[in-house]
């Protein structure tokens, strides 16, 4: 066996993805709450970066940026800088200010919210009120602190026995007493033992609810209302009553303090309004502010020799900079494309309905504005459309769909909003079976399968015709 080393010269091609064309990728992904965060992070990062005065309306600094000095980020370019151009092209071609901060630009009033009573914060009041040595009030409040938001003790007895060196019976009869405070169900320790509170607090003691939700609970849950009956003697229409009854009860009591904190808005990322005939889009450009370079440091461009520090920071910065917004220019414009072709596709959606919503896939737009499949996925992921119909999530327009008479597709979408209604007026005592509902279909024009059919039900959380039977 012989072994020698060789220097061979081989000419392969790579796909190389580069930092520039990386964040590019990065930034098309972010929706509006995203890119703003991105936005406010590199703010702080990159000096050379602020935003654009919104009195400025002009042409995209990226646009100029990239003919002035044919920076391409696909191509990965890094050219280098001609700092005296680059004082010429913002000295001729924008104007450029310093910060504009006055003291009453940053302050917004919505910001300023009464402070919020939380469910551990009431529970410890009715405790302080109810006359107990201070011993038993420190155990009480460590019981308390460890009930969670919806209202569950998530503490088992062995740990403040230990703590508090009490038996167990000492433990469990505070409990007992933190489980009488308002909201009814609270410090219960599973979903059983939360109802059976509500019930005794309504006086159900020795009842059939009782029973139910001792000993029946998952089959209840199930709606198997005839094998329940027959096994505790009663009718099917009494343990439906008791059903019905048992559903008015709160499963999560603490969920009335869900503070209004915890809400999470949707910011739009793409408005549509109808102007005459026609249906406008526009990115939401409110929600991240348009950025430019700092005054300050358009004056320093000329005041440093090439080979200096100052000059080597300035240019790392700048460059960074010319990227990220040549990076948002670019994400604004895909996104307009994308919705634009959207909106041209589902031009009934928007004109009659749901009912008129079609079948659409990411290679349909993709073959329409000429780019990969991956860029429209990008697009429009996690992204939300304000429209005339309501606020919707851009991939809620991309819908599978069945066949129809005329051979065009019908979406999925509109298919459960047909099944839906035919449901809501469902005969209650001789529910709709999915088999006849399928064949319904067909007799409108629609080609689909009972297996299809029990596939939308499923997703439009409908249980079977056996479960939704009342006696």
């Known amino acids: 066996m012989k072994m020698?080393?060789?220097?061979?010269?081989?000419?392969?091609?790579?796909?190389?993805?580069?930092?520039?064309?990386?964040?590019?990728?990065?930034?098309?992904?972010?929706?509006?709450?995203?890119?703003?965060?991105?936005?406010?992070e590199e703010l702080l990062n990159n000096p050379i970066l602020e935003k654009l005065a919104t009195d400025i309306d002009e042409e995209p600094i990226s646009e100029k940026v990239e003919q002035e000095f044919e920076y391409d980020l696909d191509k990965g370019d890094k050219p280098e800088i001609d700092w005296e151009d680059m004082v010429n092209y913002f000295d001729e071609s924008r104007p450029i200010s310093g910060s504009t901060y006055t003291a009453d630009s940053d302050i917004n009033y919505d910001n300023f919210v009464a402070d919020e009573e939380n469910l551990k914060d009431y529970l410890l009041m009715q405790l302080k009120f109810s006359k107990l040595e201070d011993e038993v009030v420190k155990i009480g409040e460590y019981v308390i602190e460890n009930i969670d938001d919806n209202g569950y003790l998530e503490m088992k007895n062995e740990e403040a026995m230990m703590l508090f060196n009490r038996t167990h019976d000492d433990i469990e009869q505070i409990v007992r007493l933190i489980q009488t405070f308002d909201p009814a169900g609270v410090g219960a320790r599973d979903i059983k033992e939360?109802?059976?509170?509500?019930?005794?607090?309504?006086?159900?003691?020795?009842?059939?609810?009782e029973t139910l939700v001792k000993e029946h609970l998952v089959e209840l849950g199930e709606k198997k209302f005839a094998i329940i009956a027959k096994k505790l003697g009663e009718s099917a229409e009494r343990i439906q009553m008791a059903y019905d009854y048992i559903k008015t009860l709160e499963p999560k009591p603490g969920r009335s303090f869900s503070s209004m904190r915890d809400v999470r808005y949707v910011i739009p990322d793409v408005y549509v309004e109808k102007v005459k005939d026609e249906y406008v889009v526009t990115v939401n450009e409110s929600a991240s502010p348009r950025l430019q370079i700092n005054g300050f440091y358009k004056k320093m461009l000329s005041q440093f020799s090439r080979d200096s520090l100052t000059n080597e920071y300035l240019s790392k910065n700048l460059q960074s900079a010319l990227r990220i917004i040549?990076?948002?220019?670019?994400?604004?414009?895909?996104?307009?494309?994308?919705?634009?072709?959207?909106?041209?596709?589902?031009?009934d959606f928007f004109e009659k309905g749901l009912l008129y919503l079609k079948p659409l896939n990411l290679k349909d737009i993709a073959d329409e504005i000429e780019v990969h499949e991956s860029t429209v996925s990008r697009a429009v992921n996690g992204k939300y459309m304000q429209c005339p119909n309501g606020l919707f999530e851009i991939k809620y327009f991309f819908q599978s769909g069945v066949k129809?008479?005329?051979?065009?597709?019908?979406?999925?979408?509109?298919?459960?909003?047909?099944?839906?209604?035919?449901i809501d007026k469902e005969d209650t005592k001789k529910p709709l079976s999915d088999q006849f509902l399928a064949d319904e279909l067909v007799k409108a024009g629609i080609n689909i399968s009972r297996r299809t059919v029990a596939k939308y039900r499923d997703e439009l959380n409908i249980p079977p015709s056996s479960k939704r039977k009342r006696f």
């Open 4 to 40: 020698n080393f060789n220097l061979n010269l081989i000419q392969t091609q790579k796909l190389i993805m580069t930092p520039e064309l990386k964040q590019a990728i990065e930034i098309l992904q972010f929706n509006a709450i995203e890119l703003n965060e991105f936005i406010n």
């Open 194 to 209: 939360c109802l059976l509170i509500q019930l005794y607090q309504q006086g159900f003691e020795e009842s059939l609810e």
């Open 326 to 347: 040549k990076s948002i220019e670019q994400r604004r414009n895909t996104i307009y494309r994308v919705c634009t072709a959207i909106v041209e596709y589902q031009y």
């Open 404 to 422: 129809g008479a005329s051979g065009e597709g019908v979406s999925s979408e509109s298919v459960k909003l047909v099944m839906k209604d035919m």
